[in-house]
Protein backbone atom coordinates (compact mmCIF):
# COMPACT_ATOMS: atom_id res chain seq x y z
CA UNK A 1 0.00 0.00 0.00
CA UNK A 2 1.65 3.26 -1.14
CA UNK A 3 0.67 6.17 0.86
CA UNK A 4 1.68 9.92 0.68
CA UNK A 5 1.17 12.84 3.23
CA UNK A 6 1.88 16.37 2.97
CA UNK A 7 0.70 19.89 4.42
CA UNK A 8 -0.29 23.08 2.60
CA UNK A 9 -1.60 26.45 3.84
CA UNK A 10 -4.82 27.91 3.08
CA UNK A 11 -4.90 31.40 2.50
CA UNK A 12 -7.93 33.58 3.86
CA UNK A 13 -9.36 36.57 1.51
CA UNK A 14 -10.44 40.11 1.92
CA UNK A 15 -12.48 41.66 -0.75
CA UNK A 16 -11.59 45.45 -1.19
CA UNK A 17 -14.44 45.93 -3.50
CA UNK A 18 -18.16 44.25 -3.86
CA UNK A 19 -20.33 45.46 -6.14
CA UNK A 20 -23.44 43.70 -6.40
CA UNK A 21 -25.69 43.81 -9.30
CA UNK A 22 -29.75 42.54 -9.56
CA UNK A 23 -30.39 39.21 -8.96
CA UNK A 24 -30.74 36.87 -12.42
CA UNK A 25 -33.05 34.68 -13.63
CA UNK A 26 -30.73 31.34 -12.13
CA UNK A 27 -30.81 33.13 -8.80
CA UNK A 28 -26.97 34.34 -8.80
CA UNK A 29 -26.26 37.89 -8.47
CA UNK A 30 -23.71 39.61 -10.95
CA UNK A 31 -20.81 40.95 -9.05
CA UNK A 32 -17.87 42.31 -9.41
CA UNK A 33 -14.97 42.19 -6.77
CA UNK A 34 -11.34 42.80 -5.92
CA UNK A 35 -9.76 39.98 -3.68
CA UNK A 36 -6.44 39.96 -1.80
CA UNK A 37 -5.50 36.60 -0.29
CA UNK A 38 -4.16 37.32 3.59
CA UNK A 39 -1.57 35.96 5.51
CA UNK A 40 -4.21 34.62 7.84
CA UNK A 41 -4.18 30.66 6.85
CA UNK A 42 -5.84 26.67 7.95
CA UNK A 43 -3.17 24.34 8.00
CA UNK A 44 -4.43 21.13 5.97
CA UNK A 45 -2.71 18.03 6.30
CA UNK A 46 -3.61 16.02 3.22
CA UNK A 47 -2.97 11.81 2.98
CA UNK A 48 -3.58 9.94 0.02
CA UNK A 49 -3.54 5.83 0.37
CA UNK A 50 -3.76 3.58 -2.00
CA UNK A 51 -6.20 0.55 -1.67
CA UNK A 52 -6.53 -2.48 -3.10
CA UNK A 53 -10.34 -1.93 -2.66
CA UNK A 54 -12.06 0.08 -5.48
CA UNK A 55 -13.58 3.51 -5.44
CA UNK A 56 -12.43 6.54 -3.43
CA UNK A 57 -13.09 7.43 0.44
CA UNK A 58 -12.68 10.63 1.49
CA UNK A 59 -12.19 11.67 4.82
CA UNK A 60 -12.38 15.36 5.69
CA UNK A 61 -12.49 16.78 9.29
CA UNK A 62 -11.61 19.80 10.89
CA UNK A 63 -10.63 20.93 14.62
CA UNK A 64 -13.12 22.58 15.96
CA UNK A 65 -16.92 21.93 16.08
CA UNK A 66 -19.48 23.23 13.82
CA UNK A 67 -17.19 22.73 10.10
CA UNK A 68 -19.17 20.10 8.41
CA UNK A 69 -17.13 16.96 7.15
CA UNK A 70 -16.02 14.61 4.53
CA UNK A 71 -17.79 15.51 1.45
CA UNK A 72 -20.02 17.78 3.13
CA UNK A 73 -16.73 19.74 3.88
CA UNK A 74 -16.00 22.37 0.41
CA UNK A 75 -12.67 20.16 0.89
CA UNK A 76 -14.23 16.71 0.25
CA UNK A 77 -16.33 18.12 -2.21
CA UNK A 78 -12.72 19.27 -4.02
CA UNK A 79 -11.41 15.54 -3.76
CA UNK A 80 -14.44 14.20 -5.21
CA UNK A 81 -14.55 16.79 -8.13
CA UNK A 82 -11.27 15.52 -9.09
CA UNK A 83 -12.30 11.95 -8.93
CA UNK A 84 -11.62 11.40 -12.74
CA UNK A 85 -8.13 12.32 -12.63
CA UNK A 86 -7.11 10.36 -9.71
CA UNK A 87 -8.72 7.18 -11.31
CA UNK A 88 -6.64 7.75 -14.37
CA UNK A 89 -3.58 8.77 -12.48
CA UNK A 90 -3.97 5.24 -10.38
CA UNK A 91 -5.97 6.58 -7.24
CA UNK A 92 -9.21 5.12 -8.41
CA UNK A 93 -8.81 2.93 -5.35
CA UNK A 94 -7.58 5.60 -2.95
CA UNK A 95 -8.99 6.64 0.32
CA UNK A 96 -7.71 10.74 1.01
CA UNK A 97 -7.68 11.88 4.18
CA UNK A 98 -7.89 15.83 4.65
CA UNK A 99 -7.20 17.04 8.59
CA UNK A 100 -8.01 21.20 8.51
CA UNK A 101 -6.75 23.46 11.55
CA UNK A 102 -8.83 25.94 11.32
CA UNK A 103 -7.83 29.51 12.13
CA UNK A 104 -10.01 31.42 9.97
CA UNK A 105 -13.13 32.32 11.10
CA UNK A 106 -16.15 29.71 9.47
CA UNK A 107 -19.04 31.76 7.50
CA UNK A 108 -17.36 34.92 8.39
CA UNK A 109 -16.86 36.48 4.82
CA UNK A 110 -12.96 35.46 4.90
CA UNK A 111 -13.78 32.57 2.44
CA UNK A 112 -12.28 29.93 4.69
CA UNK A 113 -13.72 26.86 3.33
CA UNK A 114 -13.16 28.44 -0.48
CA UNK A 115 -9.48 28.05 0.64
CA UNK A 116 -9.60 25.11 1.95
CA UNK A 117 -11.39 23.49 -1.04
CA UNK A 118 -8.72 25.35 -3.55
CA UNK A 119 -5.71 23.97 -1.49
CA UNK A 120 -6.82 20.84 -2.03
CA UNK A 121 -7.44 21.19 -5.86
CA UNK A 122 -4.23 22.89 -6.03
CA UNK A 123 -1.98 20.52 -4.14
CA UNK A 124 -3.53 17.30 -5.69
CA UNK A 125 -3.00 18.20 -9.01
CA UNK A 126 0.38 18.97 -8.22
CA UNK A 127 1.49 16.56 -5.74
CA UNK A 128 -0.01 13.45 -7.58
CA UNK A 129 1.08 14.79 -11.04
CA UNK A 130 -3.13 14.73 -12.41
CA UNK A 131 -1.48 17.95 -15.17
CA UNK A 132 -5.11 19.60 -14.92
CA UNK A 133 -3.34 23.07 -14.64
CA UNK A 134 -4.80 26.28 -12.71
CA UNK A 135 -6.98 27.37 -15.23
CA UNK A 136 -8.68 24.60 -15.97
CA UNK A 137 -8.84 23.78 -12.48
CA UNK A 138 -10.24 27.24 -11.77
CA UNK A 139 -12.98 26.67 -14.63
CA UNK A 140 -13.83 23.76 -12.45
CA UNK A 141 -13.73 24.98 -9.29
CA UNK A 142 -16.46 27.77 -10.16
CA UNK A 143 -18.88 24.61 -9.39
CA UNK A 144 -17.86 24.44 -5.79
CA UNK A 145 -18.62 28.21 -4.97
CA UNK A 146 -17.71 31.54 -6.80
CA UNK A 147 -14.79 32.24 -4.30
CA UNK A 148 -12.71 29.03 -5.29
CA UNK A 149 -11.68 30.21 -8.69
CA UNK A 150 -10.06 33.31 -7.12
CA UNK A 151 -8.54 30.92 -4.03
CA UNK A 152 -6.82 29.47 -6.29
CA UNK A 153 -4.37 32.15 -7.00
CA UNK A 154 -2.02 33.89 -4.40
CA UNK A 155 -2.23 37.06 -6.23
CA UNK A 156 -5.06 39.53 -5.81
CA UNK A 157 -8.27 39.24 -8.33
CA UNK A 158 -10.83 40.97 -9.89
CA UNK A 159 -13.38 38.06 -10.49
CA UNK A 160 -16.68 39.57 -12.20
CA UNK A 161 -19.71 36.85 -13.57
CA UNK A 162 -21.14 35.78 -10.35
CA UNK A 163 -16.97 36.19 -9.16
CA UNK A 164 -16.21 32.84 -10.80
CA UNK A 165 -14.33 34.47 -13.54
CA UNK A 166 -11.29 35.87 -12.69
CA UNK A 167 -8.24 37.64 -13.07
CA UNK A 168 -5.02 38.21 -11.07
CA UNK A 169 -4.17 42.00 -10.86
CA UNK A 170 -1.12 43.75 -9.23
CA UNK A 171 -1.47 44.76 -5.83
CA UNK A 172 1.07 46.10 -3.08
CA UNK A 173 0.95 44.67 0.52
CA UNK A 174 -1.29 45.74 2.29
CA UNK A 175 -1.56 45.81 5.99
CA UNK A 176 -5.11 44.66 7.64
CA UNK A 177 -6.70 44.48 10.93
CA UNK A 178 -9.91 41.60 10.96
CA UNK A 179 -12.42 41.94 14.11
CA UNK A 180 -14.95 39.29 13.79
CA UNK A 181 -17.95 40.16 15.97
CA UNK A 182 -18.52 36.26 16.80
CA UNK A 183 -21.21 33.87 15.43
CA UNK A 184 -21.57 33.47 11.87
CA UNK A 185 -23.80 35.46 8.68
CA UNK A 186 -25.21 33.16 6.16
CA UNK A 187 -24.55 34.64 2.79
CA UNK A 188 -27.65 33.50 1.44
CA UNK A 189 -29.48 35.61 4.22
CA UNK A 190 -26.84 38.86 3.37
CA UNK A 191 -28.43 38.73 0.03
CA UNK A 192 -31.73 38.04 0.84
CA UNK A 193 -31.60 41.82 2.73
CA UNK A 194 -29.96 42.93 0.18
CA UNK A 195 -32.41 42.29 -2.54
CA UNK A 196 -34.79 43.52 0.02
CA UNK A 197 -32.88 47.05 0.48
CA UNK A 198 -32.49 47.59 -3.73
CA UNK A 199 -35.23 49.82 -5.35
CA UNK A 200 -36.84 48.23 -8.29
CA UNK A 201 -35.12 48.67 -11.33
CA UNK A 202 -35.93 51.59 -13.55
CA UNK A 203 -36.57 49.44 -16.75
CA UNK A 204 -34.67 46.77 -18.41
CA UNK A 205 -31.23 47.17 -19.37
CA UNK A 206 -29.27 46.90 -22.76
CA UNK A 207 -27.76 43.58 -22.72
CA UNK A 208 -24.32 43.31 -21.02
CA UNK A 209 -24.97 46.45 -19.37
CA UNK A 210 -25.25 45.34 -15.96
CA UNK A 211 -21.93 43.30 -16.15
CA UNK A 212 -20.23 46.20 -18.02
CA UNK A 213 -21.78 48.71 -15.31
CA UNK A 214 -19.95 46.34 -12.78
CA UNK A 215 -16.93 46.06 -14.30
CA UNK A 216 -16.19 49.50 -14.87
CA UNK A 217 -16.69 50.25 -11.35
CA UNK A 218 -13.67 48.61 -10.14
CA UNK A 219 -11.92 49.80 -12.19
CA UNK A 220 -10.44 53.06 -9.78
CA UNK A 221 -9.39 50.36 -7.52
CA UNK A 222 -7.61 48.16 -9.68
CA UNK A 223 -5.81 51.11 -10.89
CA UNK A 224 -4.85 52.27 -7.41
CA UNK A 225 -3.63 48.70 -6.61
CA UNK A 226 -1.41 48.94 -9.67
CA UNK A 227 -0.01 52.20 -8.50
CA UNK A 228 0.58 51.20 -5.07
CA UNK A 229 -1.42 53.84 -4.52
CA UNK A 230 -2.39 53.32 -0.63
CA UNK A 231 -4.47 56.38 -0.22
CA UNK A 232 -6.53 55.86 -3.24
CA UNK A 233 -7.54 52.67 -2.19
CA UNK A 234 -8.51 53.37 0.81
CA UNK A 235 -11.07 55.52 -0.99
CA UNK A 236 -11.94 52.85 -2.93
CA UNK A 237 -13.44 50.29 -0.86
CA UNK A 238 -16.63 49.41 -1.07
CA UNK A 239 -19.30 46.87 -0.34
CA UNK A 240 -22.60 46.81 -1.62
CA UNK A 241 -23.20 44.11 0.85
CA UNK A 242 -22.33 46.54 3.82
CA UNK A 243 -25.94 47.66 4.45
CA UNK A 244 -27.86 44.56 4.28
CA UNK A 245 -24.70 43.00 6.83
CA UNK A 246 -24.92 45.77 9.26
CA UNK A 247 -29.14 45.54 9.68
CA UNK A 248 -28.58 41.41 9.99
CA UNK A 249 -25.80 42.08 12.41
CA UNK A 250 -26.54 46.35 14.45
CA UNK A 251 -22.66 44.74 16.56
CA UNK A 252 -20.60 45.65 13.18
CA UNK A 253 -21.28 48.90 12.99
CA UNK A 254 -19.50 49.70 16.14
CA UNK A 255 -16.70 47.87 14.72
CA UNK A 256 -16.46 49.93 11.96
CA UNK A 257 -16.39 52.99 13.58
CA UNK A 258 -13.94 52.21 16.19
CA UNK A 259 -11.65 51.17 13.65
CA UNK A 260 -11.70 54.60 11.75
CA UNK A 261 -11.20 56.19 15.10
CA UNK A 262 -7.91 54.28 15.73
CA UNK A 263 -7.04 55.70 12.41
CA UNK A 264 -7.58 53.21 9.80
CA UNK A 265 -7.26 54.71 6.28
CA UNK A 266 -10.75 53.00 5.34
CA UNK A 267 -12.95 50.45 7.00
CA UNK A 268 -15.02 47.68 5.20
CA UNK A 269 -16.95 44.78 5.85
CA UNK A 270 -15.36 41.70 3.79
CA UNK A 271 -17.62 39.63 1.82
CA UNK A 272 -20.90 38.88 3.45
CA UNK A 273 -19.42 39.38 6.50
CA UNK A 274 -19.49 39.55 9.51
CA UNK A 275 -15.80 39.99 9.77
CA UNK A 276 -14.75 44.36 9.33
CA UNK A 277 -11.18 44.52 7.84
CA UNK A 278 -9.97 47.73 8.14
CA UNK A 279 -6.65 48.81 6.25
CA UNK A 280 -4.21 50.38 8.16
CA UNK A 281 -1.16 53.27 6.99
CA UNK A 282 1.74 50.69 8.20
CA UNK A 283 2.03 47.59 10.49
CA UNK A 284 2.65 49.44 13.32
CA UNK A 285 -0.71 51.06 13.13
CA UNK A 286 -2.16 47.91 12.33
CA UNK A 287 -1.32 46.42 15.77
CA UNK A 288 -2.53 49.66 17.27
CA UNK A 289 -5.33 49.33 16.15
CA UNK A 290 -6.23 45.52 16.74
CA UNK A 291 -4.79 46.13 19.73
CA UNK A 292 -7.56 48.73 20.88
CA UNK A 293 -10.22 46.36 19.31
CA UNK A 294 -9.48 43.65 21.17
CA UNK A 295 -10.57 45.06 24.77
CA UNK A 296 -13.91 44.40 23.54
CA UNK A 297 -15.35 41.05 22.44
CA UNK A 298 -14.11 40.64 19.19
CA UNK A 299 -11.79 38.54 17.51
CA UNK A 300 -9.49 40.12 15.93
CA UNK A 301 -6.12 39.41 13.51
CA UNK A 302 -3.90 41.66 11.72
CA UNK A 303 -1.23 41.25 9.30
CA UNK A 304 -0.22 41.66 5.82
CA UNK A 305 -2.00 41.08 2.39
CA UNK A 306 0.25 38.79 -0.08
CA UNK A 307 1.62 40.99 -2.66
CA UNK A 308 1.16 40.19 -6.27
CA UNK A 309 3.48 41.13 -9.05
CA UNK A 310 2.65 42.57 -12.31
CA UNK A 311 -0.84 40.84 -13.12
CA UNK A 312 -2.26 40.92 -16.61
CA UNK A 313 -3.55 43.87 -18.11
CA UNK A 314 -7.23 44.34 -16.84
P1 LIG B 1 -17.45 33.40 1.46
O1 LIG B 1 -16.83 34.67 1.91
O2 LIG B 1 -16.71 32.66 0.39
O3 LIG B 1 -18.93 33.50 1.20
P2 LIG B 1 -17.40 32.61 4.19
O4 LIG B 1 -16.05 33.00 4.64
O5 LIG B 1 -18.50 33.53 4.57
O6 LIG B 1 -17.38 32.36 2.64
P3 LIG B 1 -16.88 29.87 4.88
O7 LIG B 1 -15.94 29.95 6.04
O8 LIG B 1 -16.32 29.45 3.58
O9 LIG B 1 -17.73 31.20 4.73
O10 LIG B 1 -18.07 28.91 5.34
C1 LIG B 1 -19.36 28.95 4.77
C2 LIG B 1 -20.09 27.67 5.14
O11 LIG B 1 -19.47 26.61 4.42
C3 LIG B 1 -19.97 27.31 6.61
O12 LIG B 1 -21.12 27.68 7.28
C4 LIG B 1 -19.78 25.80 6.63
O13 LIG B 1 -20.95 25.15 6.98
C5 LIG B 1 -19.46 25.41 5.19
N1 LIG B 1 -18.12 24.80 4.99
C6 LIG B 1 -17.85 23.77 4.17
N2 LIG B 1 -16.55 23.48 4.16
C7 LIG B 1 -15.94 24.32 5.00
C8 LIG B 1 -14.59 24.49 5.40
N3 LIG B 1 -13.60 23.73 4.94
N4 LIG B 1 -14.32 25.48 6.27
C9 LIG B 1 -15.33 26.27 6.72
N5 LIG B 1 -16.62 26.13 6.40
C10 LIG B 1 -16.93 25.17 5.54
Known sequence: MTSLRWRVRAFAKVNLALYVGARRADGYHPVATVIQRLALYDRLEISVEKR????????????VPGVPENEENLAGKAVRLLAPELARAGYGGARV??????????????????????????????????????????????ALGSDVPACLYQEATVGTGRGERVQPVAAPVLW?????????LRTGDVYQAYDGLRPPRPGPEAPGGEDERLRSAVEPLVRALSNSNVAEIANNLYNDLQEAACRLRPDIEPLLE??????????????????????????????????????????????????SGSGTAW
Open 258 to 307: AMMAQGALGAIVSGSGPTVAALAPSPAMAERIAAALSSGSAWTWWGPGLA
Open 52 to 63: SAPGLEIRVWAD
Open 176 to 184: WVLAHPGGA
Open 97 to 142: TVRIEKRIPAAAGLGGGSADAAAVLESLDQRLGLGIGREELARRAA
